[in-house]
């Protein structure tokens, strides 16, 4: 008894974490899309229905109560939650197939037909929950690509021949025209710059963490963001080729075509549910051909139905899992579903994503260089923070807060100009300050974004601008090696950016300048090569990788929705340490798993065996089969223990 309330609180925790996990504080982004409600989807409201009824009538049975009043709840809970199964398994009998729903069912009333009602409803229970974490989780994926197709603008400001802007739906933009995008405008539609210069942020289209500068001839992606200057851009594709929808098309493809990863005891439930019902009806039948009483070959029939049922087969393999969610939740991992939780284990290689995984996603200044020895490092760093303070672009904001961390007196800037392509000027302290990009003959560490500082025209130093690596990032890439074959590294970032970042974190095989239908062809060609594939990713650029991969990781703090809904599973916390551990307790959940079918295929064997050749009595039948339904779940509820989650 005190298992099956066990087992029930810990399916209403999983609801909760879920929701919780999924809405955890993140850095600003767009407003995310339109999300399908808890409980507007009617599985959701029906399974709750259920454990409502089951609890309320637990609660009642373990008070005293009459027993009439807790049967009546459990009726009630079988009518709520059963009744979906049972139609679905009525249906699947039409097609001549027999699922475990609706053998649960059958077992379930079975129960309640010698007294054992709070068996039966507990796995309605079980069966009932699981169907809506599923179809909440599809909902809510759909909900994403539909939201990431929104990231296009509405509507773009056309340029006729003849000069005259006009305002025109993006959709019904065509190859050759030419749309103006103003500052802070979202891009329409995949083009080339005509003319004007920008820099515009590609992060949802190639992971890149820094504004990239476009001028006339560079290409730009629809959904992007510009920044300060205008540009006049040539449509080179229409809405439903442009990038972002090709990526929205992988994601919805990826998802229609992975092929739904099953746990055990569902491999095997066509030939176990069909003979468990063949022997059932048999050992019903036969006796009575051969003149035995009916109430006897009943009671046999029903008592070989009761211990030959897969409640311990299930028990066997959910507390396990369970249990490792519930763990893993409790050390920042959300895994959506038993069935991620068994995937994970069998993870042979890791591929990360570059920008937002093994680094923080945003731009730090990893170097001051004077150039003039007329100047020190801090008056150079005061200087250059108070030029660019007034700035929004993230380099700028890299640089005010060094100065701030060094608790540096910023003078005031006046005359500030932010010049598109080419960077700022102001004037401090009564000198003009100009901050860019660097020539190239001042050279820089390779991954390194140089920009040079002038006063009234001379160089006096120069900054290094950096997406820092996770300072756990070594560690985590080392003992993800020891648990699968070589790490990998897949972005969209430079191949010298990516280099550098690789050399430091201990990755050999990096694969750079990566679009995302071509990060999904790697993660392909390595699920090809029969390599199961666990991408790490956070971008919305990641989203058709870890869609097709065989276990999708994403990082939670600053993801995009889609990622968040694309995931199987999401690190919460942002610590990359949590991977190689959840991967190791997927592992030994799966050894458990093993473990509990063995025990309770034997008890099921044993009891069978007994009622089949001798005469097991009902009492001693129950007891065996809830014995084992016990032992299972307590082995199971050990991945509890803090010492299960093992993190370098």
């Excluded at 549910?273 to 006796?287: E, H, R």
Aim: with cysteine; hydrophobic share 50%.
């Amino acid at each position: 008894m005190h298992v099956h309330v066990f087992c029930c609180a810990g399916l209403a925790q999983l609801c909760g974490g879920f929701t919780v996990a999924t809405s955890t504080t993140a850095p600003p982004r767009l407003a995310p899309p339109a999300r399908t409600r808890l409980f507007a989807l009617p599985e959701m409201r029906w399974a709750a229905a259920a454990l409502g009824l089951f609890l309320a009538g637990l609660g009642l049975q373990l008070a005293g109560a009459p027993a009439w009043t807790w049967w009546a709840l459990y009726l009630a809970c079988y009518v709520t939650g059963g009744w979906e199964p049972a139609l679905a398994g009525l249906q699947a009998l039409r097609e001549k197939t027999l699922d475990v729903d609706l053998l649960m069912v059958l077992a379930a009333i079975g129960a309640a037909s010698i007294g054992e009602i709070t068996d039966g409803a507990l796995l309605i229970v079980i069966f009932a929950t699981s169907g809506a974490l599923e179809a909440l989780a599809t909902a809510r994926t759909e909900d994403s690509v539909r939201g990431l197709l929104d990231l296009a603008p509405d509507t773009a400001t056309v340029v006729t021949a003849d000069g005259v802007e006009q305002v025109r739906p993006a959709a019904e933009l065509e190859v050759g025209d030419e749309v103006l995008i103003r500052p802070g405008e979202r891009v329409p539609a995949d083009g080339t710059v005509l003319s004007g210069a920008s820099d515009v942020d590609q992060a949802t289209i190639t992971g890149e963490p820094l504004p990239v500068d476009v001028s006339a001839g560079s290409e730009v992606f629809a959904g992007t963001l510009n920044g300060t200057g205008s540009l006049r851009v040539w449509v080179s594709r229409r809405a439903e080729d442009s990038v972002v929808a090709r990526i929205a098309a992988l994601v919805e493809e990826a998802g229609q075509t992975k092929a739904r990863t099953q746990l055990f005891i569902e491999k095997v439930e066509q030939r176990y549910s069909i003979g468990m019902v063949a022997a059932t009806v048999a050992l019903f039948t036969i006796p009575l051909l051969f003149g035995s009483d009916l109430r006897e070959s009943l009671l046999r029939a029903m008592t070989f139905m009761i211990v030959a049922s897969p409640c311990a087969v299930v028990l066997a393999t959910m507390p396990p899992l369970l249990a490792a969610i519930a763990n893993a939740g409790r050390h920042g991992v959300l895994v959506k579903s038993a069935v991620v939780m068994e995937r994970l284990g069998t993870t042979t290689k890791v591929a990360f994503d570059k920008t937002g995984t093994l680094t923080r996603g945003t731009p730090e200044v990893a170097e001051v260089r004077v150039l003039d020895d007329a100047w020190s490092r801090d008056e150079l760093l005061r200087v250059a923070a108070a030029a660019e303070r007034p700035s929004e672009h993230p380099l700028a904001t890299a640089v005010v807060r060094a100065a701030e961390r060094e608790e540096l007196s910023l003078p005031p800037a006046d005359d500030f100009a932010a010049l598109p392509g080419r960077g700022v000027t102001a004037r401090v302290e009564g000198h003009r300050v100009e901050i860019g990009a660097a020539p190239a003959e001042f050279e820089v560490q390779p991954g390194r974004t140089p920009v040079l500082v002038r006063r009234d025209g001379e160089p006096i130093g120069l900054l290094a601008i950096i997406d820092k690596p996770r300072p756990e990032a070594p560690e985590a890439v080392a003992t993800t090696r020891r648990l699968a074959s070589d790490p990998v590294l897949l972005t969209g970032d430079t191949a010298a950016g990516a280099g550098e970042l690789a050399a430091h974190v201990g990755i050999s095989d990096v694969r750079a300048g990566l679009l995302p239908e071509q990060k999904l062809d790697e993660v392909n060609a390595m699920q090809s090569a029969g390599h199961r594939v666990a991408f790490v990713g956070d971008g919305i650029n990641d989203a058709p990788a870890m869609a097709t991969a065989h276990a999708g990781i994403a990082m939670g703090g600053a993801a995009s929705d889609l990622t968040l809904q694309t995931a199987d599973t999401i690190i919460v916390r942002d610590d990359l340490n949590a991977i190689p551990a959840v991967i190791d307790l997927s592992r030994r959940a799966r050894r458990v798993v093993t473990a509990n079918l063995v025990i309770a295929g034997t008890f099921i064997a044993v009891l069978a065996t007994w009622d089949l050749v001798g005469h097991l009595p009902l009492p001693l039948g129950v007891a065996g089969h809830e014995g084992s339904t016990i032992l299972v779940a307590l082995n199971g509820l050990r991945l509890l223990r803090r010492g299960a989650w093992k993190t370098p």
